[in-house]
């Protein structure tokens, strides 16, 4: 037992740790991840059908969640501390001690240097004084003995490497609450429609594993209006989106005041500590379909997806399952600014709505909604289900412009394009851990610079009495890397001769 | 929004092309420096011979035939010496200030044009950044004697210059609101910063294997005696990483910060997120096997190798084929 934790706890096995860290960490990058989106790892498992199976078994699509991730990262947080630990309990002791003894023999020392002073110069005990004081001044911790000074400079360098570690350990567990407490949750709002903060609203939900319903806050947003700026300046970039701008009116709590407020990209609101993000945007067509029966089946917004953000052609899914005698269905594009071909084929050539025009396919029979599985509303599944509009056979392909109607063939009913609004994708993020970690690991960048910048120094000054002249020894030491020593010794000799009359050395050696 | 200078951005993209030619030339002196090396130290053995056989023959001693001994060319503090002359690598480096002065001119104008910061997209980015690497360079120039990395950063430089240009030819144009952030100032000027230091440090650890290599296996000709011995290299490498280290660590820090204005998740592992991460780990791991017995010298000039290398892909194939939030940039 003694022995795995010496070996687990020395430099190499951290090192070792650290570096297989960096190689566990590569794969997250290569395969598909669960918590980026579990339908693409699926596709991705069902298009390998050998390897996938096993890829998943080791766990390569939840790489940063998988016990061999968190294995080594725990052993080198084990093994960091087991080696820390240690060596802040011996610092500790060694700020309360002197500076080390003075060597015999100063001449060893990586940096040594000898100066003798005039007759009329201070005498050895008033020179080590003056050495005190010039040591003091240069940052070093000194004390007075008999015959040396010694000193010693840096201390806090071990003070810096420990809190480094120390901040890395802070982030990891302020990481780990937030991965209790946060939770994040998205949200589609149409302009003009509201939200409110719980369970149901949400388009989809990612609590943390401590979360529970009452944490949410109860707050509502509802988008007044979403603007966009285009870039009408630029030939080459002609059209492309410069500014969107969500206005929100904000509902705090129950019978609270309302207030307007705006969200950014990059500049996101705040509510109750749930930060909203703008994270998509769109087009929603205002559609109303009415039954066979006469009957308004479906009307309002439907989102449609972007496919092509230069143009902003969108994609439109409507699934009509009230409609009587048989379920209706409607996929199409939605072009903000339709233009039509010699080829006949209706495209959009602007971003912006200049000419919206709906283009859309029909079917009637079975949206196969009935069974209970959950179905992906940006897919028609068209299996049970007839066509009756279509580009390629003789009803043809459905064109509205806004106010327009259409009668589906066989009295299936009709469908209107009303008017469209844009909606915002919307990203909800409560995570109260993230001071913490936003706060350790500025400590960490902090302790590094110390850790790295700060020199460790010893330093010992001899003074000696021969032949009536006051004899200076001094030598430096590195601990740690040496970088600069030679600089620091020249630094002190100069101030050594600012301070004292010292005879100029009559020999060519510079030492 | 202030509309684009078209005018003064056809006048960087010239000035760009402009630069890289001048580059190029540099590039060749470099070389020739590189590709001399033998000759001029040769020229110098001569003349030091011829000197001490004049003193030899003036003086009253006994004559002898020892030769000269090997004489240490270059300081392992990379100070300045006169030992030898070097004209083809001055001529490299005052090549290189001025095609630097065409390149920078080239990099603000497109900054001016487009009213923002030039790294936008990865045109932007690669230009500046070789720009940044060549600024470095000359900077260090001017207190230490880097000239034998010469050719390598001139290399680099016209690569990043013709990969951009040929590569991802980009107009001049505002960016999407996704980079309207005054964190793209900080957050990619100081990775930028971070990468041309770290590019130094790497051609600076390929040499040190090479010269580790000579060291062992007897008398070193050629341009290796120009080159500053292992252990300098592998401590001035050390020095300059640690900075970069730093860098590389608000890089990240910045990057995360970002990442919660803009998604809301300061962490995300997304593919570029990742290599970042794994970039920081190789450099940590870098800079304690300085402190770790048995990992110094070659094992540690190879963890430096890795490292660049792990950048370089992060900045190619991580950009170009993986999937990314970071992808909307091209970095």
Redesign the interface.
Known sequence: MRFFWTQLTS??T??ML??L??VA??P??LF??R??GADVVETWIDDNPTIGPILDFLGMFD??SSVWFSAIYLLLFVSLVGCLWPRGKQHLKTLRQPPARTPRNLKRLPEYGQLILESHGPSPQEALVDAEKLLKKSGYRTELRDGSVGAERGYVREIGNILFHFGLLGVIVF?GIGGLYKY?GQKIIVEGQGFTNNLVSYDSFTPGTAFSEERLAPFGLQLEDFDV?F?R?????FG?????TATMQVTPGPGEATYQDTI?????LTVDGV?V?L?GNGYAPNITVTDGEGDVAYSGPVIAQIQDPNTNSSLVVLKVPDAQPEQLGFVGLFLPTSYTGDDGVAVSIDPDAYNPELILNSYHGDLGLDDGTPQNVYVLDTDGMTEMNSRNNENGGITLGVGDSYELPDGMGTISFDGWDRYVGL???YDPS?WG??FF??L??VA??IS??VRRRRAWVKATEQDGHTVIEYGLLAR??T?GLREENIKLRQSFDHTWPVIPPDTSEDK | MTPINETLAQYSELFMLIAALIYLVSFFFFSWDMASASRSIRKLENELETVKTKELVGASGPSTTEPVERKQLVSDDMEYTDSIKRPAANIGVAIMIVAALAHAFAVVARAVAASRAPWGNLYEFMTSGALVITVVYLLFLLRKDLRFVGTFVTGVVLLMMMGATIGFPTPVGNVQPALQSWWLITHVSVAVVAMGIFALTFSMSVLQLFKQRAEKQGPINGFMRLVPSSSALENWSYRLNAVAFVMWTFTLIAGAIWAEQAWGRYWNWDAKEVWTFVIWVIYAGYLHARATRGWTGTRSAWLNITGFLAIVFNYTIVNLYFPSLHSYAGF
């Open positions: 430099m190499r951290a090192l650290l570096l860290l960096a960490a590569v997250g990058s598909p991840q918590r980026a790489v940063y990481m994040e700026v870039d300046d630029s030939e080459t970039h492309q989106a410069l500014d969107y950014k990209v990059n500049d996101p930060r993000f994270v990203d909800l993020h993230k970690v936003g690991s500025t960490a960048l590094l610079v790295l910048y740690g890397e970088f």
